[in-house]
Each structure stands twice: as structure tokens, then as C-alpha cells.
Nanobody, 111 residues
Framework: VQLVEGGGGLVQPGESLTLTCIAS???????MGWYRQAPGKQREFVAR???????DYSESVKGRFTIARNDAQNTINLNMNSLKPDETAIYYC???????WGQGTQVTVSS
């Protein structure tokens, strides 16, 4: 299974953006997640959702970001609100069962 992210772009602080990850095959019952990597920093966890639709978030995004999955379409989304400049990063989709990563999509938050 391959993962392809989309939806990144340039937004101003406080604005919203929705990222989408499309899997080339079935994601089955695997946990799915979003991670991000800012310039000069390590990749960090953002959000995760399991097959029972239970979601976990990093403390820094809790209340602002929402992760969702559609198993019929093999997609996951990340809705991001009130974006901050320090959230500028490449955002990656992750399929836990096979440890598969997408190529990433750039999110830039800047005025």
C-alpha cells in the first residue's frame, strides 16, 4: 500500500487547512496517523486514529486539529484550525500496520 498526501499550502496565522491522505489499497484495521517535521527538527507525532475511530492528539494540537478516517475510501483527513507559524512543517501520513509513510505535504503558516 502506498500513501499520498495532499492539501498542504500557504496560510496565514489563525487560518485553517485540511490535509488528505489517500491509500492505494485497503487500510484495513490499521491505526492511521499524521506526523510532521519542521526544518531542523525531528519528526513528531500529531494525531492518530484507530479502526474504532478513537483518536489521540499531541497536546499542542488538541482542540484545534481533528483527524478522521473513511475506510470505504481508504482515506484519512486532518482538519487543522487556528494554525500557528511554528506549525510550518512537512506533514506525513502513516500506516501503522506496515510502517508505511507518505511522501509528505508542505504546510507553511506565515503572514
Amino acid at each position: 500500500v502506498q500513501l499520498v498526501e495532499g492539501g498542504g499550502g500557504l496560510v496565514q496565522p489563525g487560518e485553517s487547512l485540511t490535509l488528505t491522505c489517500i491509500a492505494s489499497g485497503s487500510i484495513g484495521t490499521s491505526d492511521m496517523g499524521w506526523y510532521r517535521q519542521a526544518p531542523g527538527k525531528q519528526r513528531e507525532f500529531v494525531a492518530r486514529i484507530d479502526s474504532n475511530l478513537r483518536a489521540d492528539y499531541s497536546e499542542s494540537v488538541k482542540g484545534r486539529f481533528t483527524i478522521a478516517r473513511n475506510d470505504a475510501q481508504n482515506t484519512i483527513n486532518l482538519n487543522m484550525n487556528s494554525l500557528k507559524p511554528d506549525e510550518t512543517a512537512i506533514y506525513y501520513c502513516h500506516l501503522a500496520f506496515t510502517e508505511t509513510w507518505g511522501q509528505g505535504t508542505q504546510v507553511t503558516v506565515s503572514s
